[in-house]
Structures are given as C-alpha cells and as structure tokens.
C-alpha cells in the first residue's frame, strides 16, 4: 500500500482545510491589508502635515527677520502671532509648535504681558520637550519670574543640574535671583561661574557678565552716603 496520498485524496484533505480556516485565512488576509493600508495612509498624512508645519514656521522665521535697529510693524506683529498660535493649534505639541511658544513668550515680554509669558513657557514644559528645549524654557521662566519679583518660583525653575550647554545661564539666573535679594557675595559667585562656564568664543555674552560682576563690586565700594538731618523749625 503507498504511503503517500493520491491526488484525489490530497484535494479532498484541501477541501475540508479550506472549508474549516479559509474563512480565518482570508479575514486575516484582509485585516493585514486594511492595517498596511491605514498605516501609510497615516504616515503620509503625518508627512504632509509635518511639510506644512515646517514650510509655516520657516515663514514665521523669515517674518521676524528683521535688519538690526529696525522692529516688525503692528501689522507684521499681528500676523506672527497669529501664525504662531495657529502653529500651536494644527501641530500639538510638535518641536514647531514649541518653537511658535517660545516667540508668544517674548512678544508677551516685549509687550509687558508678563503673565501671558509665564503661560506660553510653562505649555512648553508641560509638552514634555526634550532637554535642551525644557531647560531653555525653564532659563526663560525663571528670567519672566525675576522680573515679576517672584524670587521663589524663579529659584525652582533651576533647582536641577543643568547640562553643560545651559550651565552659564543657569549660573546667571541664578546670580540674577540672588542680586535682587540682595545677597551680593552669593551673586558674585554666580557669576563668576557663569563666566568660567560660557563659551570663550561668545564674546559679547563674557562682557555682559562682566559687567553684571564687575556692578556689585562697584556697588560694595561706594562710599556711604551721609543721611541729610533737617534742621527743626
């Protein structure tokens, strides 16, 4: 007797096979095809809306763009703001959108709106950026807070350990923090940190916080100025 199957026989064990899992075979069949489908449908529209983002924001930065000296035009304002928010809106929590926040923040500073700044950096943080964006928004978060004289909202904005990038700047807030409070020896250590960690190359940056240093130690040695006693009448 042979071992192997006859044609006949193999058709009919097919038979029974496909009238058991074809159904199964073709519903997985077709479900594979529905996700492929529905997933490059989906990359593509995320491509194209990342494109738009990105065409958007690059005319943003071109609309800043201003000649040294010069400033935008109340209606070149109106229309990077409105950019901007629509940018926030279309694209969540995106790098563009991030990037739209952080002009909202200094428009509102520029304005003095400082309670509108405060509100587009902290949807910053709360956008869970990476690094280098959320200490930039906390550097700029706590400047907003030293300006508002709230010293102890802008101390914890740079509690943590900064990476090296930020590491001047977070030394300089903080020298910031501790001058309006009037603790001049701790803000000539900050600043003297700053300095040590900034970019040698940075110039411009080393003189400001030279001059920011070089003010308290003008400060300390200023001679006293003798109280004027009104004579009685």
């Known amino acids: 007797m042979s071992t192997h199957l006859t044609e006949e026989e193999q058709l009919e064990?097919?038979?029974?096979?496909?009238?058991?899992?074809?159904?199964?075979?073709?519903?997985?069949?077709?479900?594979?095809?529905?996700?492929?489908?529905?997933?490059?449908a989906w990359q593509d529209k995320q491509r194209v809306k990342?494109?738009?983002?990105?065409?958007?924001?690059?005319?943003?930065?071109?609309?800043?763009?201003?000649?040294?000296?010069?400033?935008?035009?109340?209606?070149?304002k109106a229309t990077a703001e409105h950019m901007a928010n629509e940018l926030k809106e279309k694209n969540g929590k995106s790098l563009y959108a991030q990037g739209a926040a952080f002009y909202l923040a200094k428009a509102a500073v520029d304005a003095g709106n400082l309670d509108k700044a405060v509100t587009e950096l902290q949807w910053i943080l709360s956008s869970k950026p990476d690094i280098a964006t959320a200490q930039l928004a906390h550097v700029r978060l706590a400047r907003v807070y030293v300006a508002k004289a709230a010293y102890t909202e802008a101390q914890a904005q740079i509690a943590e350990e900064p990476s090296k990038a930020f590491a001047s700047e977070y030394a300089e807030v903080r020298g910031d923090i501790l001058k309006a409070?009037?603790?001049k020896e701790a803000a000539a250590t900050a600043y003297k940190?700053?300095?040590?960690?900034?970019?040698?190359?940075?110039?411009?940056r080393s003189m400001v916080l030279q001059m920011k240093a070089d003010e308290l130690k003008s400060a300390d040695a200023a001679p006293a100025v003798p109280a004027v006693v009104e004579k009685a009448q």
Not at 68 to 75: E, M, P, Y
Not at 193 to 204: G, R, S, V
């Open 50 to 76: 990342a494109e738009s983002a990105s065409s958007q924001y690059d005319t943003l930065v071109k609309l800043l763009s201003v000649e040294q000296g010069k400033t935008l035009s109340d209606a070149d």
């Open 193 to 204: 940190k700053a300095l040590e960690t900034t970019d040698p190359q940075n110039q411009e």
């Open 13 to 40: 064990v097919l038979k029974r096979w496909w009238k058991d899992y074809g159904k199964t075979v073709v519903t997985a069949i077709v479900a594979a095809v529905v996700v492929y489908f529905a997933w490059t």
């Open 181 to 183: 409070q009037g603790n």
